[in-house]
């Protein structure tokens, strides 16, 4: 569970009452003893997990007695009947297993997820494989007798979930390690811990058989504890995706073919549809070894029946899906004037109308599974968000600002529904594939005109989104500075950026508050104002001759002072202005300056933007009577700064426009206006290799936002925010992409945003 990433796991030990009460019969003191000891470790194992700030569970359950094998064997020989004892049934037990997961009927959410059962072959472990099958779960049953649950399996065919079975002695190490080998090797990740294997000998403490004491212990006790370790490390091993299962469409070459190597490298479960299947099992051949595993289907995106059959296997064989990346998609060259039909309709019915059915055939599997923290990416172009120059490209161009609909059309349908999935929308410029070399070939390029990205790097931007960590190592022992970094989103900045191993200079006017220690990079702290001139250049000055150079600029610090155009403040208007701007553009110039003279020419300089309230003034209504200053009333709607204008409300004609001025400032702050949520391009410049990013976020928990909050009334939940460390997260994505990609501008916004 450690190394999969999997922090909502569960760790259940079938106990007993002999784990709560003295001994009461003769010969039972070891026994008795043994389920004292899982009583004591479940509460350990609990208070370990808390140290750890793991959320995996970990329950007991204790029945009294059970009518099973176990029960019978041991009141063989004595006066006692067995059938004469009150007992509980298996199934009672099994029961409470799906009761601790979630009670019926919630605990769908784990339906395609693994379990694994030890003592799976009869009794108690077979009603509890049962009934976790039923409920759709992939469980692994290990037994001695691994032929029992292979009639179990076969009994249970048909059910939602599936059942694997696994020979092996739960008291020897070395058949544990095994078992969890095959799990990490045939199924990615482990869930669910069903620690239900145990024996019971009758012995006396005078009897001199220590060989069955010490079974009793190293089956109840220790085989256990070995069991429950492997659990947590395989739950904990790698991101929150291992183990998931993801499809990705148009999966045989360039950009697909990257984007499923890097998901099955990450742990993965990746199930590649493409009409050429063949080079997908080829893929999945090179692939072996990796962490996550890859499947090959063969399907055409463009008829329905191929892609409703796709699902219909996943959902047959894998039980569900987590992820879609609706990466298929073909380009013609073709004139309004004179092109041909059969170009165009092959066109959308590919790169909209199958994305649209893998979409929804996509949730309607999530929903069903309650999947609930799904992820649906489109691969969608820069020609999606403008029309790019190059002839016979507006078909194209059409289908994907139709992609760029449909993803906020999306966005906006989970919302309504209160779902936690996301959808993100990739937009990559000119991508060295297949399909650009095959229209590109159409038309005379002059030599370097036509910079192009790699298939590698959609494919490391869609694990950004997915949030595996980026890698940043190439900038360790780099210099930053940071603006406005004493707290909200510089601090976080600052703290990742060092955590990373960067050297940071933090600056801002309360120096005081830039401080970190004990990480690998270092942070220094310089007072100064980004209002003033001379505090930016004294902050260059000290770093050329402390430093020697610099090679990152973040421009983090700005202020928002609520203000309209009729009667707002001279002094808020030019604060605004002379940080959000003017500093902003100082600090640019030099940055710039000091890398062109100490020869940096990888640097990077990013800029963080700024949401936009559209907060409306009716005059009838929110003026304060005797006052000429309105006050401001929150509507139902939020843009991203900059990209969309504040609009007046068509039902009121009187509403005027606030944030004006903090809208104009930080559209001139801006040189990007793409509303991509991940834009991608490759550097065009020939003489330098400096970037300039634009990274714009939703609203943010800082306490900026709080200042403006605490003027405007704000329904509850209504107004959902980001976490700083969120932004901060997208600064090293940035940084950690290679020297030959330009992220024009990555939009970020919180989950249930409804506008």
Same mark, same amino acid.
């Given at each position: 569970m450690k190394e999969k990433g999997v922090d909502d796991g569960h760790i259940i030990h079938i106990n007993s009452i002999d784990g709560h009460m003295p001994v009461i019969f003769p010969g039972l003191a070891h026994y008795f003893a043994s389920k004292h000891a899982v009583t004591v470790l479940t509460e350990?194992? /609990?208070?370990?997990?808390?140290?750890?700030? #793991?959320?995996?569970?970990?329950?007991?359950?204790?029945?009294?007695?059970?009518?099973?094998?176990?029960? /019978?064997?041991?009141?063989? +020989?004595?006066?006692?009947?067995?059938?004469?004892?009150?007992?509980?049934?298996?199934?009672?037990?099994?029961n409470a297993v799906t009761y601790?997961?979630?009670?019926?009927?919630?605990?769908? /959410?784990?339906?395609?997820?693994?379990?694994?059962?030890? +003592?799976? #072959?009869?009794?108690?472990?077979?009603?509890?494989? /049962? %009934?976790?099958? *039923?409920?759709?779960?992939?469980?692994?049953?290990?037994?001695?007798?691994?032929?029992?649950?292979? %009639?179990?399996?076969?009994?249970? *065919?048909?059910?939602?979930?599936?059942?694997?079975?696994?020979?092996?002695?739960?008291?020897? %190490?070395?058949? &544990?390690?095994?078992?969890?080998?095959?799990?990490?090797?045939?199924?990615?990740?482990?869930?669910?811990?069903?620690n239900n294997a145990a024996i019971l000998h009758m012995l006396s403490l005078m009897d001199e058989n220590t060989s069955q004491w010490r079974q009793m212990f190293d089956l109840n006790v220790l085989g256990l504890s070995i069991c429950t370790r492997e659990a947590f490390k395989l739950m904990k091993e790698k991101g929150r995706w291992s183990g998931r299962v993801a499809l990705v469409t148009g999966a045989s070459v360039g950009i697909g073919a990257a984007i499923v190597r890097e998901l099955v490298k990450n742990g993965l479960i990746v199930v590649g549809l493409a009409r050429r299947a063949e080079l997908v099992e080829e893929l999945s051949a090179e692939l072996k070894g990796a962490p996550g595993k890859l499947h090959a289907l063969k399907g055409d995106l463009t008829k329905e029946e191929d892609i409703l059959a796709a699902f219909d296997w996943i959902k047959k064989n894998l039980g569900r899906i987590d992820v879609l990346v609706n990466n298929a998609g073909v380009l013609h060259l073709s004139m309004l004037?004179?092109?041909? $039909? #059969?170009?165009?309709?092959?066109?959308?019915?590919?790169?909209?109308?199958?994305?649209?059915?893998?979409?929804?055939?996509?949730?309607?599997?999530?929903?069903? *599974?309650?999947?609930?923290?799904? !992820?649906?990416?489109h691969i969608n172009s820069v020609a999606g968000h403008s029309l790019v120059n190059f002839p016979g490209i507006v078909p194209y161009s059409a289908s994907k600002h139709a992609v760029t609909v449909l993803t906020e059309g999306l966005r906006r349908e989970l919302v309504q529904l209160g779902s936690k999935i996301r959808v993100t929308s990739i937009s990559p410029g000119g991508v060295d594939t297949d399909m650009v070399k095959s229209v590109t070939g159409q038309s005379p390029i002059p030599e370097g005109e036509f910079p192009l990205l790699q298939a590698e790097d959609i494919a490391n931007a869609v694990t950004y989104v997915l949030g595996t960590p980026p890698h940043v190592q190439r900038w360790s022992g780099r210099v930053a500075l940071v603006t406005g970094a004493s707290a909200g989103i510089g601090a976080a900045?600052?703290?990742?950026?060092?955590?990373?191993?960067?050297?940071?200079?933090?600056?801002?006017?309360?120096?005081?508050?830039?401080?970190?220690?004990?990480?690998?990079?270092?942070? !220094?702290?310089?007072?100064?104002?980004?209002?003033?001139?001379?505090?930016?250049?004294?902050?260059?000055?000290? &770093?050329?001759?402390?430093?020697?150079?610099?090679?990152?600029?973040?421009?983090?610090?700005?202020?928002? !002072?609520?203000?309209?155009?009729?009667?707002? %403040?001279?002094?808020?208007?030019?604060?605004?202005?002379?940080?959000?701007?003017?500093?902003?553009s100082i600090c640019t110039r030099e940055v710039f300056k000091l890398m062109k003279e100490k020869g940096v020419d990888d640097g990077h300089i990013i800029h963080i933007n700024r949401f936009c309230l559209t907060i409306n003034i009716d005059k009838k209504t929110l003026c304060k009577r005797n006052s000429d200053t309105p006050t401001p009333n929150l509507r139902k709607r939020k843009n991203i700064l900059n990209h969309l204008p504040p609009s007046p409300s068509p039902q009121h004609p009187n509403i005027?426009? $606030?944030?004006?001025?903090?809208?104009?400032?930080?559209?001139?702050?801006?040189?990007?206006?793409?509303?991509?949520?991940?834009?991608?391009?490759?550097?065009?410049?020939?003489?330098?290799?400096?970037?300039?990013?634009?990274?714009?976020?939703?609203?943010?928990?800082?306490?900026?936002?709080? +200042?403006?909050?605490?003027?405007?009334p704000i329904p509850e939940g209504e107004f959902p925010l980001l976490r700083a460390e969120d932004i901060a997260n997208a600064v090293t994505y940035v940084l950690g992409t290679p020297p030959h990609v330009q992220i024009h501008e990555i939009t970020i916004k919180p989950i249930g945003e409804k506008y």
């Open positions: 350990g194992l /609990r208070r370990e997990l808390v140290q750890l700030g #793991s959320k995996i569970k970990v329950t007991s359950i204790s029945p009294g007695v059970v009518d099973t094998d176990m029960l /019978r064997s041991f009141t063989d +020989g004595t006066q006692v009947s067995a059938d004469e004892l009150p007992a509980l049934k298996s199934e009672d037990i099994a601790a997961l979630g009670t019926p009927p919630h605990v769908q /959410r784990w339906s395609g997820r693994v379990a694994l059962v030890t +003592g799976a #072959s009869a009794g108690i472990g077979a009603a509890i494989v /049962r %009934e976790l099958v *039923k409920n759709g779960l992939i469980v692994v049953g290990l037994a001695r007798r691994a032929e029992l649950i292979e %009639e179990l399996s076969a009994e249970l *065919k048909g059910a939602p979930g599936k059942l694997h079975a696994f020979k092996g002695d739960a008291s020897k %190490e070395e058949d &544990i390690l095994a078992a969890f080998d095959w799990i990490k090797k045939n199924l990615g990740r482990i869930d669910v811990l069903v004037t004179g092109g041909e $039909t #059969s170009q165009w309709k092959q066109i959308f019915d590919l790169n909209v109308i199958g994305l649209s059915i893998s979409t929804r055939e996509a949730f309607k599997l999530m929903k069903e *599974k309650g999947v609930d923290d799904g !992820h649906i990416i900045i600052v703290r990742e950026l060092v955590k990373n191993g960067l050297i940071v200079v933090g600056l801002a006017r309360r120096a005081e508050l830039v401080e970190l220690k004990g990480a690998p990079g270092k942070l !220094h702290a310089l007072k100064g104002d980004l209002t003033k001139e001379e505090d930016i250049l004294a902050a260059f000055d000290w &770093i050329k001759k402390n430093l020697g150079r610099i090679d990152v600029l973040v421009n983090n610090a700005a202020v928002l !002072h609520i203000s309209t155009l009729t009667g707002g %403040e001279t002094s808020h208007w030019k604060q605004m202005f002379d940080l959000n701007v003017i500093g902003l005027l426009p $606030t944030f004006i001025i903090l809208l104009f400032s930080t559209f001139v702050s801006n040189p990007y206006r793409s509303i991509a949520p991940v834009h991608l391009a490759s550097s065009l410049s020939k003489s330098s290799s400096d970037s300039s990013q634009s990274i714009s976020p939703g609203a943010v928990d800082t306490d900026m936002i709080k +200042g403006i909050t605490g003027h405007v």
